[in-house]
Antibody, heavy 121, light 111 residues
Framework: QVQLVESGGGVVQSGRSLRLSCAASGFTFRNYGMHWVRQAPGKGLEWVAIIWHDGINRKYADSVKGRFTISKDNSKNTLYLEMSSLRAEDTAVYYC??????????????WGQGTLVTVSS | QSALTQPASVSGSPGQSITISCTGTSSDVGAYDYVSWYQQHPGKAPKLMIYDVSNRPSGVSNRFSGSKSGSTASLTISGLQADDEADYYCISYTSSSTLMVFGGGTKLTVL
């Protein structure tokens, strides 16, 4: 069965860096694009980044552009989110998600359980 | 890129139908049929309910349906059930510098 397991969250000081991982299993990872989506405590969902199946094409939300980098290692079946210059407003639960259908809706058919990132000042 | 506009809350009684709107602009909802809807129960990951405006993934109840008119997409839930009580989010593809934009979310209460 499809499983996505995020890790790497924790408490980090403002201005520092952190790398999140999303370990995928139960499907052929190299054939799928992936998203990162975040949710600040008590707030709504915010789209963060997308990477296409080949790991080459990527897009970012304006709020993280230039600070976050999405990547995927198809040999390790793992998705990453490198976060730098972290700010208090980056505090959120970060979810990874698999793009399940070949459409520009890029809909997420499977989600991880999320990992909490807390940026302290 | 501003978030898509959703009502903060809607409510309905069991068995009734409700509709949640998602209003965007000519750069997102109005320009493309690339709107999806997610359901999120408290403390859980979201669940895909609708994609490409009106397509329902396998396993999602046919009580959930989607539509679009102009720059407003809608999610309709018929035959409301207690378990439908959750937060609902729309998301659209956008031609702006960011690729995707979420709505602010709507809390559905089943009375």
């Amino acid at each position: 069965q499809v499983q996505l397991v995020e890790s790497g969250g924790g408490v980090v000081q403002s201005g520092r860096s952190l790398r999140l991982s999303c370990a995928a299993s139960g499907f052929t990872f190299r054939n799928y694009g992936m998203h990162w989506v975040r949710q600040a405590p008590g707030k709504g969902l915010e789209w963060v980044a997308i990477i296409w199946h080949d790991g080459i094409n990527r897009k970012y939300a304006d709020s993280v552009k230039g600070r976050f980098t999405i990547s995927k290692d198809n040999s390790k079946n793992t998705l990453y989110l490198e976060m730098s210059s972290l700010r208090a407003e980056d505090t959120a639960v970060y979810y990874c998600g698999r793009i399940g259908y070949d459409t520009n809706s890029h809909p997420i058919d499977y989600w991880g359980q999320g990992t909490l990132v807390t940026v302290s000042s | 890129q501003s978030a898509l506009t959703q009502p903060a809350s809607v409510s309905g009684s069991p068995g009734q139908s409700i509709t949640i709107s998602c209003t965007g602009t000519s750069s997102d909802v109005g320009a493309y049929d690339y709107v999806s809807w997610y359901q999120q129960h408290p403390g859980k990951a979201p669940k895909l309910m609708i994609y490409d405006v009106s397509n329902r993934p396998s396993g999602v109840s046919n009580r959930f349906s989607g539509s679009k008119s102009g720059s407003t997409a809608s999610l309709t839930i018929s035959g409301l059930q207690a378990d439908d009580e959750a937060d609902y989010y729309c998301i659209s593809y956008t031609s702006s510098s960011t690729l995707m934009v979420f709505g602010g979310g709507t809390k559905l209460t089943v009375l």
